[in-house]
């Protein structure tokens, strides 16, 4: 126990000096003791209690977590701004060829006209607690990584239940530094959310995926929802007899706008970084992995892009799909070509160098981390093959939409895993579900031919060991003739038929054989005994070696740099992230200005270009001059705009506040260059990018007619 009474007094003592105003992702609950003092220098006018707060209203009231993005709360009937991308699903969910709200937008003038998203939810946060002396408590040093992870997931239970008993709110325990820190989340979770408006995605989406991760931008990524409770305020499943919900705080938006310098902070939800992966770690994603995807995806961006062109439905049940793949895709490249750039990994090579140095000076040091960082990389170089092999598996064999498809029903026929009778009943009445969603937006003929590139893909690269049984099929039956193969697969499956899996479903006495001989089910047995016998067992171990090493690194370093405020790697929680608006130069000759405009937009129209199609009402507000109170001091009217911000996935959605806690724009990307900051982040070239608020609400008012939803918000002129 000595050494984990050590630990925690070293977090608790980490020092205040040695870091960049505009890296981290803090902890808001520990603002006032690592942060408050440094941003209000920077020109912050608030304090830590205006941030975060359990006994009284704060911002942290405003910030709601929606699914894979943030959202905030901008009105006191529970009107929520975020990302048109983080709605597009449910814009597309909406659009039909009568209704086609993806290519025209979508208002409802009225609340009896807004649209309800089944499984879409608003999370606010209640509190945080630091939990790590509780958990501490149940450790020992004797004990092995699998009883320890029993030993914390039996205390986590305990707490999250002690901390809503007796209440509507939920919780959940995450690990912080690798798990050197624990902190319990509570919050309030709404089920009822409705989609209010959306711009055309000529506007929500200009510039398309040739634009994404790229500045300059001009894009007006945004939409409108609200949240909806019971007559109690209190969190109710979707009922027509549910209102608006009255929020303890709801954020002011400012016309003001920011210039260069000025301080700004983004408060969401970034999803996942990895700051302090070794050298080892940083490049297996990077040099190996990256490369694999980036390959795998643009198999499929290019069947998908080929064929929406050639039917309107079409491109409309793959626009999600579409700009999914391709976000990864684009952002993978970006990141490889950030860390190659900076020589991210030569940088951190040099500094294990100095911690191995520092480590062997001293022979208790030298125990502890002596063999680390070779520790390390040897168990990389070990699960480097097994690493290949989970992502091909993932890209290629779960990348053909059939198969994934497929995969949902296994539970039903998994003999290592049968279902008990009430459990089965609640798998398949969510399986209806899924029947429902995935004929919605399928269309078979881009999916055979996905079928054909991927398994192509597959059978190349990969070595025979790590390939699913199948394959011998592909490979001696049909002589390697994907095509045939294909046919075959598709033509025999039920899969294909929402009509037969519908039939099957229903029936009470069904025993599921007709899956289980089905050829697309045996593909996914195939995957998952690949998976079972050649991969978890190996992958597991070496996963669990490496947490432990990056666990006791993290330490380590924290121990040889007491002076350094060490920020926790994104993990999907509630973050604040400050620093100013900042202009930067991405390479040799090439300068940009912090902030794009209207005009830009006509600058870039291009007619015979989708993504750069500019809707006709917008030009003609722009040629009149039409700006209403939305104009900047020069009478231009501000698009987008970049700050030195640290974010992440995850973060699209989040407020942009200025100096006040006022909103003034919302986050919706990075610049290329600065895709990297998911494993190093640099301030030099790190920006994060902005729909200036201003716009937004030009697009709302001026644009789409929806004054009344401006009328509902307050602004600060």
Same mark, same amino acid.
């Given at each position: ?43 912050? +006018? ?6 975060? =707060? ?88 004797? +004990? ?6 029993? #030993? ?16 509507? /709110?939920? $919780? ?18 709404? @089920? ?29 990524? %945004? ?8 007559? !109690?305020?209190?969190? $109710? ?7 608006? /919900? ?9 016309? @003001? ?55 309107? &439905? ?15 895709? @684009? ?74 498809? #497929? ?45 054909? $590139? ?24 049909? &002589? ?14 039920? %899969? ?6 519908? &039939? ?10 007709? %899956? ?9 047995? =195939? ?30 370093? +924290? ?12 993990? =999907? ?36 270009? /989708? ?66 900051? !998911? ?23 001026? %644009?789409?007619? #929806? ?11």
């Amino acid at each position: 126990m000595k050494k984990l009474v050590i630990l925690i007094s070293l977090f608790a003592f980490i020092g205040l000096s040695n870091l960049r105003a505009d890296e981290g992702m803090w902890i808001p609950s520990l603002i006032q003791e690592l942060n408050e003092k440094e941003m209000q220098d920077l020109g912050m +006018m608030l304090t830590a209690e205006d941030i975060y =707060s359990v006994n009284n209203s704060s911002l942290k009231d405003a910030i709601v977590k929606i699914p894979g993005c943030t959202g905030e709360i901008v009105s006191d009937q529970g009107l929520i701004l975020t990302n048109h991308h983080c709605g597009y699903g449910r814009i597309q969910a909406h659009s039909t060829l009568e209704n086609d709200y993806l290519t025209d937008g979508f208002w409802a003038m009225k609340k009896s006209e807004e649209l309800p998203n089944p499984g879409m939810y608003a999370r606010i946060l209640i509190s945080i607690e630091d939990v790590t002396d509780k958990i501490y408590n149940v450790l020992n040093d004797g +004990m092995t990584e699998v009883e320890r992870d029993k #030993a914390i997931k039996a205390k986590i239970k305990e707490l999250t239940k002690a901390a809503t008993e007796g209440t509507h /709110y939920d $919780a959940f325990v995450r690990p912080f530094y690798y798990g050197n820190k624990y902190y319990l989340f509570v919050n309030e979770t709404f @089920k009822d959310v409705r989609l209010v408006g959306a711009p055309p995605s000529n506007i929500g989406k200009f510039g398309g995926d040739t634009d994404n991760w790229m500045w300059p931008r001009h894009t007006g990524d %945004f939409s409108v929802f609200r949240i909806y409770a019971n007559k !109690d305020n209190k969190p $109710a499943e979707y009922s027509e007899d549910n209102v608006p /919900y009255k929020p303890k705080n709801h954020l002011k938006i400012s016309l @003001k706008g920011v210039d260069e310098g000025d301080f700004t902070m983004v408060f969401g939800y970034p999803g996942r970084t990895q700051e302090y992966l070794p050298s080892y770690g940083v490049e297996i994603n990077t040099e190996v992995l990256n490369p694999i995807k980036i390959k795998l995806r643009a198999e499929r961006l290019n069947i998908f892009k080929r064929e929406v062109e050639k039917d309107k &439905k079409v491109r409309i049940q793959y626009a999600s799909k579409t700009a999914g793949v391709a976000n990864g895709w @684009k952002k993978w490249q970006g990141e490889t070509r950030g860390i190659r750039r900076f020589d991210a990994i030569g940088k951190k090579r040099a500094f294990e160098k100095e911690f191995v140095a520092w480590a062997n000076a001293d022979e208790t040091r030298k125990e502890l981390y002596g063999d680390l960082i070779a520790n390390y990389e040897k168990a990389t170089n070990d699960i480097k093959p097994l690493q290949i092999a989970y992502t091909y598996m993932r890209e290629a064999g779960y990348g053909i939409e059939i198969v994934r498809f #497929a995969s949902s029903f296994y539970p039903l026929i998994d003999a290592d895993k049968p279902l008990a009778a009430d459990k089965r009943q609640k798998t398949i009445k969510s399986l209806n579900g899924t029947v429902e969603r995935f004929f919605k937006n399928y269309y078979q003929p881009i999916d055979e031919e996905v079928f054909e $590139a991927l398994l192509k893909r597959y059978n190349e690269d990969v070595p025979v060991e790590y390939l699913p049984a199948f394959f011998s099929e592909l490979n001696g039956k049909y &002589k390697g003739d994907y095509q045939k193969y294909a046919d075959r697969i598709f033509k025999k499956s039920i %899969f294909t038929s929402k009509e037969k899996i519908e &039939k099957i479903l229903s029936n009470p006495k069904a025993n599921f054989k007709a %899956f289980e001989k089905d050829p697309v089910m045996k593909m996914v047995a =195939s995957l998952k005994q690949l998976e079972k016998d050649k991969i978890k067992p190996y992958r597991g171990k070496l996963t669990t070696d490496i947490q432990k090493y990056q666990r006791t690194f993290m330490k380590a370093q +924290m121990e040889m740099q007491p002076e350094i405020r060490w920020y926790p790697d994104a993990n =999907s929680t509630i973050r604040l992230t400050y620093g100013q608006v900042k202009a930067f130069e991405p390479m040799d000759a090439v300068s940009y200005k912090h902030y794009t405009t209207l005009e830009g937009i006509l600058e870039k129209e291009n007619p015979d270009i /989708y993504d750069y199609v500019v809707e006709e009402k917008l030009k003609e507000l722009y040629r009149n001059k039409d700006f209403g109170q939305y104009a900047d001091k020069n009478g231009q009217i501000v698009v987008c705009f970049i700050a030195a911000n640290h974010t992440s996935g995850g973060n699209s959605g989040s407020p942009i506040l200025n100096k006040h806690g006022h909103l003034v724009g919302i986050n919706f990307d990075r610049n290329w260059e600065g895709t990297m900051s !998911d494993l190093s982040y640099d301030p030099n070239y790190c920006r994060n990018i902005s729909v200036d608020a201003r716009y937004v609400l030009f697009i709302i008012d001026k %644009f789409a007619g #929806a004054g009344h939803l401006v009328e509902e918000m307050t602004i600060i002129k």
